[in-house]
């Protein structure tokens, strides 16, 4: 009786397996059937242009049309760009400032607004506002702020002081800063209100716990808040890699990339090459190189995330 | 890892499926509807009617009616895109573009090199353009290789000179007996002038562009007049970068003393000619270079006073009196068929060479509408048709309308002594740019050394464009 049992179990098993696996694949399809439509646009409108500009990069164009496979010729006259190395430098400092600028200024006003009590809705609105101004008109406003003229509004404010007025934009040192503070201006309220929502879900108790065992201010800073903001950071941090990495409409509107190159960016020199000169094979290649870098740095972020949920 | 792989490869596969199937469109079919009419558009020409342009639109309309009329089948259509390098490769390449738009020649180059100018020179020759166009003067900004690409647009000819603003040369004391701006005759004197304004009355002497290429197109008239040449080409076809020589250097020098020894520049030094123009409008500048064209322009966009503007020919170098001739050029894309149509267009409107009491009539239209909106009209410098009952016709159609007194645009109009230049011919808006980055650090860095910017400004340009031609 029981060998038949095991043999009655044994015999079922495969068809209760299958109809599991057909239930799962009813379940699964439903599921990529509802992906499609975001599939699809993902793949014709992200990942077609990727993969066509890198095929592109590959060959010599007249307009848009590839007329004969150049392997990486395109490449070595990007790379071997006597301007291509400080255009890369120039990037990784709009990076680097934009981090500075970017990451702690609005995570200093979310924790600040976290223990606000009073009008703290208010201040979200007005700290967000910002982020529905059109791009060029911000950088228009702030281009009238840094003006170098006397007229200038920053320049005004440091007449008014009994300052020196400033070149802001024109000297080569401040450029990079100064487009950045514009460019993170607008996101601010965004980033400050990520951090914000992370922040309140940090348990109270955490803090209270810390608090009895004697933790200060700062210790509770750095011991509960930054590492429980961590993954948020992170996450942060490398889109703001990847979106600053591409800049090339600030630069363009506000100083051309000058003064002598000293704020073009890739993003600016790839769209110079095929929107002002019709070069658009070096432009794609310059463009891949951005991806490749870009995609480096993507997986580094990946593999801490993963050390970090670990 | 093989799932990943998998899922990889599939979006992979799709991409590149899509990749096929989003194929490029070039040229527009054979431009008929399905009720087999031809369609022609013209680029630059409003779509709507509103307050600013009723008047040119209620002419298009009348004169695409009468067209029309005249040429059953063929139907006109009003295309609003100007030309701009931003959306011209992907207009071009979607067979989008209007079957006759205008451009400027530093881009005639390019599109002929990229495959999207038509030859159209079996239409010249069929309508006789080529006996009546002055080749010889301006054949540079519209053909290639003996081949007609391009046409000029009527009127549309310039070449450089200095504006002045009148009020701002009477506040500095800068008028002659006749109240006419003390025109400086060498690049030294206009130093020299933008200096005394600056002086007197606070404001800037000159102002220069010095980014999005425009600041080199415009310096090539100084450096033009210092002695400088640009480029040469070998015996093999190759192009060697020549402008870091002794007089490029001067040329340099010539505008680091603008700034550092007269002090006569604009405070907004990182500048396209916007800036310029706009400053000129606003009386916040004495001088700027610039083409009669851009005049008209600065009225619309920024209010400059047709009565309180002036204008000179270029100033004279060490090598003499340079300026650099251009136009609005028109292009074509289409089908023999659209662009025979474009030139039946043209002449109808007036725009061809031929002469006829309709061609008055829309030329007579064409000075009112630009004296209702209170262009400078009467400072004609440039005939582009050779035949004289064609220049007899266009000054009868402009006398009633002359906007400005003579006295203040005669020395540019006369342009006595000017030898007119066109373009550097090879990787001119990268040329333009590379200099942009050279006026730049003069402007902005006072211990720049002239000669050794000008010439990794010529390295870069040889390394970067000239040798991977």
Partial sequence: MENKTVIKKQSKAPYKKLGSRLVEARNQSLMWLLLLPMVFTLILCHWNPIFRGMITSLFHTKGFRM???????????????????????????????????????????????????????????????????????????????????????????????????????????????????????????????????????????????????????????????????????????????????????????????????????????????????????????????????????????????????? | MKKTVKVLSLILALALVLTGCVGTKVGQGDGRDAEGNLHISIGGTPTVKNDKNAKTYDLFQENKAKFEAAHPGVIVDADGWSFDLKNYMTKAEGGDLPTMYYTSPTEVNNIVDNGYATDITA?????????????????????????????????????????????????????????????????????????????????????????GGQGGWHFINIMWAFGTEFMEQDKDGKWTATFASDEGVAALQYIKDLKWKYN???????????????????????????????????????GLKADNVAMSKMPAGPAGRFSQVGANIWMFSGTDEQ????????DMTGQGPTVSDETKEQLKKSYGIRSEKGHIIGIRTANLWMNEDRIKAEQEAMAPYISVDPKFFEDYTEGKGVAYKFEPERCTQQLYAALDTALQEVVLNKDADCKAVLTKVQDDFQKNFLDKE
């Fill in chain 1, 67 to 310: 007329v004969e496979f150049v392997g990486l010729n395109n490449f070595k006259d990007v790379i071997s760009d006597t301007l291509f190395l400080k255009t890369l430098w120039n990037t990784v400092l709009y990076v680097f400032w934009s981090l500075l600028l970017g990451v702690i200024p609005p995570l200093a006003l979310a924790i600040v607004l976290n223990e606000v009590v009073h009008f703290k809705q208010g201040f979200k609105i007005i700290t967000y506002l910002p982020a529905i101004a059109p791009a060029l008109a911000a950088s228009l406003i702030w281009m009238n702020i840094f003006s170098p003229s006397p007229g200038g509004l920053l320049n005004v404010a440091l007449k008014a002081m009994g300052l020196p007025i400033s070149q802001w934009l024109l000297n080569e040192h401040l450029t990079i800063p100064l487009i950045v503070v514009s460019m993170t201006w607008k996101g601010y309220g965004v980033t400050m209100l990520l951090y914000l929502s992370a922040l309140q879900s940090i348990s109270q108790e955490l803090y209270e716990a810390s608090a009895i065992d004697g933790a200060g201010v700062w210790r509770r800073l750095f011991t509960v808040t930054i590492p429980h903001l961590g993954p948020t950071m992170l996450l942060f941090v490398v889109n703001q890699i990847i979106g600053v990495f591409q800049t090339f409409d600030q630069p363009l509107v506000m100083t051309g990339g000058g003064p002598n190159n000293a704020s073009t960016t890739l993003g600016l020199t790839s769209y110079n090459l095929a929107f002002s000169y019709m070069q658009v094979d070096r432009s794609m290649a310059l463009g891949t190189v951005s991806f490749i870098i870009l995609l480096v740095a993507t997986l580094f972020y990946f593999k801490m995330k993963k050390r970090m949920e670990d």
């Fill in chain 2, 264 to 302: 006569a520049l604009q405070d907004e030094l990182l500048a396209d000619i916007q800036v310029g123009g706009r400053m000129l409008s606003m009386g916040d500048v004495g001088m700027i270079i610039t083409q009669e064209n851009m005049l008209d322009y600065y009225i619309e966009q920024y």
């Fill in chain 2, 339 to 346: 662009v025979e149509m474009c030139f039946e267009w043209l």
């Fill in chain 2, 123 to 211: 239409m010249v020759k069929k309508y006789g353009y080529d006996k009546m166009l002055n080749n010889e003067k301006y054949g540079n900004l519209y053909m290639r290789d003996g081949k007609y690409y391009a046409l000029v647009k009527d009127g549309s000819l310039y070449d450089m000179g200095i504006a002045y603003n009148i009020d701002v040369f009477r506040k500095a004391d800068l008028l002659d007996e006749n109240g006419v701006p003390k025109f400086p005759q060498t690049w030294q004197e206009l130093a020299e002038t933008a200096q005394t304004i600056k002086e007197k009355t606070g404001k800037a002497g000159l102002a220069i562009a010095t980014k």
